[in-house]
Structures are given as structure tokens and as C-alpha cells.
Antibody
Framework: QVQLQESGPGLVKPSETLSLNCSVS?????????WGWIRQPPGKGLEWVGT???????YYKPSLRSRVTISVDTSENQFSLKLSSVTAADTAVYYC??????????WGRGTLVTVSS | EIVLTQSPGTLSLSPGERATLSCRAS???????LAWYQQKPGQAPRLLIY???SRATGIPDRFSGSGSGTDFTLTITRLEPEDFAVYYC???????????FGPGTKLDIK
């Protein structure tokens, strides 16, 4: 059973960098598949942030591209999200998920990140 | 960029009834690129349908997806109490557009 678990600070100050990790168990990232980050502002819908392949190729939402970095660490079987220069608009539950068959089949439970001073 | 519209915004039905949820794309979408998710409060989304009509692992057969081009439908026959949730459609726009989600349909107990 594939399991994903997000981790990272729940509170980030405006203008700083949001950093999250996603640990994967039950599946080796180095086997393949794409891995993504999706966020959901409180009470709102889902927004794709970006995706990474196990070889490090990345794909970012165009409107976030200048602030987003997604990386992968196959030795630790995890991937990470960094979002710089955050504002209150970046407050959201951040999910990591596996991208297979052009959809996200396994999701983490999500972690709420609040941007506030 | 392809925009997805879902209707209705809220659907109020009773257990045992049939639910029909619509997802409309602003441009034609390959059926392979359309998926549906269910999300309950405080939980992550759960993949129901991929490739417009293929059920994900473990999804009951009362859930079915159909459609092509710009119009897609998620049908839930014989609603169970656990089916009341928010449903999102998602399409893949290729790189660099990535995945796009619809705004969701909330399925309420009447």
C-alpha cells in the first residue's frame, strides 16, 4: 500500500519561504511515477502546484513558476516543495500525491500551512 | 488554458436516489485526461474515476463516469450515506499547464 506523509512548519511569515517534505512508503520513488503537490485554501477548491518525475524533471503551475521549487531525494524516498516570498494567499492545506494514469491515485493527509506574522 | 465548470454547485438528494454531476471543459479534452475525485470534510481527495470512465481500485460500481469532448458526467446510482461529499473533476492539460481542477459540486443530504 502506497502511503504519503507531508511534514513541515504549520506557520510561515510573509515574504519567507514555505518548505514541505513528502515521505513515501510502500513504493520506491526511483521505480518511476510522477509526484505532485496540490493545495487547497480553506473552504476553497483544489489547485495544482507542481509535479516532479523521479529523474528530477519538474513541471510547475505557470502562475507560481517564479516562486516554486520541487525536488526529489530518491535515497530518502521523499520529495519536497519550496515556495518563496509567501503571502496570505498561500495559506492552504498542502497535499502531496502520486500522479499515475493522468490522475492522482494516492494522496497524503495534507498539512495546513498558515502565512501570518 | 482549459477551464473546467461543474454543475450544479450543490445537489441535494436522498439516500437511494441517483446523482448526476456534470463537468464541462472550455475546450475539447481527451477522455484519457479526465478524472473525478471525492472529498469529505477534513480528508484528502480520493480518486474515483480516471480516463473519464475507468473506476479506480476499490471504488464501488455504483460510481460511473462517461462523456467526451467538452462534456463529462459522474453518475452515482443508489446513493449511500457515505457518498455525500464534494466531487471534483480534473483534466490534464499537458506540460506546462499541468492538472486543472473544477470548482467542485457539493452533494448534500436532502
Amino acid at each position: 500500500q502506497v502511503q504519503l506523509q507531508e511534514s513541515g512548519p504549520g506557520l510561515v511569515k510573509p515574504s519567507e519561504t514555505l518548505s514541505l517534505n513528502c515521505s513515501v512508503s510502500g513504493y520506491s520513488i526511483s521505480r518511476g511515477s510522477y509526484w505532485g503537490w496540490i493545495r487547497q485554501p480553506p473552504g476553497k477548491g483544489l489547485e495544482w502546484v507542481g509535479t516532479i518525475y523521479h529523474n528530477g524533471n519538474t513541471y510547475y503551475k505557470p502562475s507560481l513558476r517564479s516562486r516554486v521549487t520541487i525536488s526529489v531525494d530518491t535515497s530518502e524516498n521523499q520529495f519536497s516543495l519550496k515556495l518563496s516570498s509567501v503571502t496570505a494567499a498561500d495559506t492552504a492545506v498542502y497535499y502531496c500525491a502520486r500522479w499515475v494514469m493522468l490522475s492522482y491515485d494516492y494522496w497524503g493527509r495534507g498539512t495546513l500551512v498558515t502565512v501570518s506574522s | 488554458e482549459i477551464v473546467l465548470t461543474q454543475s450544479p454547485g450543490t445537489l441535494s438528494l436522498s439516500p437511494g436516489e441517483r446523482a448526476t454531476l456534470s463537468c464541462r471543459a472550455s475546450q475539447s479534452v481527451s477522455s484519457s485526461y479526465l478524472a473525478w475525485y471525492q472529498q469529505k470534510p477534513g480528508q484528502a481527495p480520493r480518486l474515483l474515476i480516471y480516463g473519464a470512465s475507468s473506476r479506480a481500485t476499490g471504488i464501488p460500481d455504483r460510481f460511473s463516469g462517461s462523456g467526451s469532448g467538452t462534456d463529462f458526467t459522474l453518475t452515482i446510482t443508489r446513493l449511500e450515506p457515505e457518498d455525500f461529499a464534494v466531487y471534483y473533476c480534473q483534466q490534464y492539460g499537458g506540460s506546462p499547464q499541468g492538472a486543472t481542477f473544477g470548482p467542485g459540486t457539493k452533494l448534500d443530504i436532502k
